[in-house]
């Protein structure tokens, strides 16, 4: 049973983003509820990353209406994050950085750096923590911001292509990080383009196609046996 005060579901009432005449997100309807790690895939300007900003709160949508469950507290810490693509560090060390948005989030001085320690051992990053984020490599800056997320305990983490452009040994350890905050009980939404990482960090699939939610399912269904000939298109390749 959810908490009272928890912020999902978050539901979607048909919502559009609009750019001039152009839907980017096409009156999208949706309920996120807790438990399921959901991966939304979808061709290049299919309008996922979009999607996932606006229910960050990142963009504001054009019409429809985002509903949180409960309102997050106006001077707490957010109890929803984002980790971005290329994720925006701080010029400070490793465990700073940490720190820092711990501080933001109310967290009292003497509990602050325990806490950040503790967030980057949990992403394998402690033996980093006093080097400077810039120098770190792409994948342990992926890591770091994982870490930043983590220590605040979200209830809800979106991922915007966290893995893109990272090797397969960065990208492993990436993935690792998002299973086990799954496994403590935040809600997973991740975009990305690696049908490989859909199928092993995915329990649901949403699939987006010209700004229009085509197909939401488990995941073992999508990629076995897709409900339309769009899914199936982009699953052989040949959606643009």
């Given amino acids: 049973m959810r908490s009272p ?57 054009t019409s429809g209406t985002i509903r949180w469950a409960s309102l997050e507290p106006a001077h707490g810490p957010r109890r929803q994050a984002m980790v971005f693509q290329r994720p925006v560090l701080l010029r400070r060390t490793a465990v700073a950085n940490v720190a820092y948005a711990l501080a933001v989030g109310g967290v009292p001085r003497a509990l602050r750096m325990p806490r950040a320690l503790d967030a980057l051992r949990r992403v394998g990053l402690e033996h980093l923590a006093h080097r400077h984020a810039r120098v770190l490599s792409g994948g342990e800056q992926q890591r770091l911001a994982l870490a930043r997320a983590w220590a605040l305990s979200p209830e809800v983490l979106f991922l915007d292509e966290p893995t893109a452009s990272l090797d397969p040994g960065a990208t492993q350890e990436i993935e690792k990080a998002i299973s086990a905050m799954h496994a403590s009980g935040t809600k997973i939404v ?24 085509a197909e939401r399912a ?11 000939r769009e899914a199936e298109q982009f699953l052989e390749g040949e959606l643009p």
Avoid: W, Y
């Fill in 218 to 228: 488990a995941a073992d269904r999508f990629f076995k046996q897709p409900a339309s």
């Fill in 5 to 61: 005060s928890s912020l999902l579901p978050l539901e979607l009432d048909r919502v559009v983003f609009a750019v001039g005449e152009r839907r980017i997100i096409d009156r999208v309807s949706l309920l996120l509820e807790p438990g399921p790690r959901t991966v939304i895939v979808g061709s290049n300007g299919a309008g996922k990353s979009v999607l996932l900003r606006l229910c960050h709160g990142l963009l504001v949508p």
């Fill in 190 to 213: 991740l975009v990305t383009h690696n049908l490989g990482q859909a199928r092993r960090l995915g329990d649901e699939i949403l699939f987006m196609s010209r700004g229009r939610l």
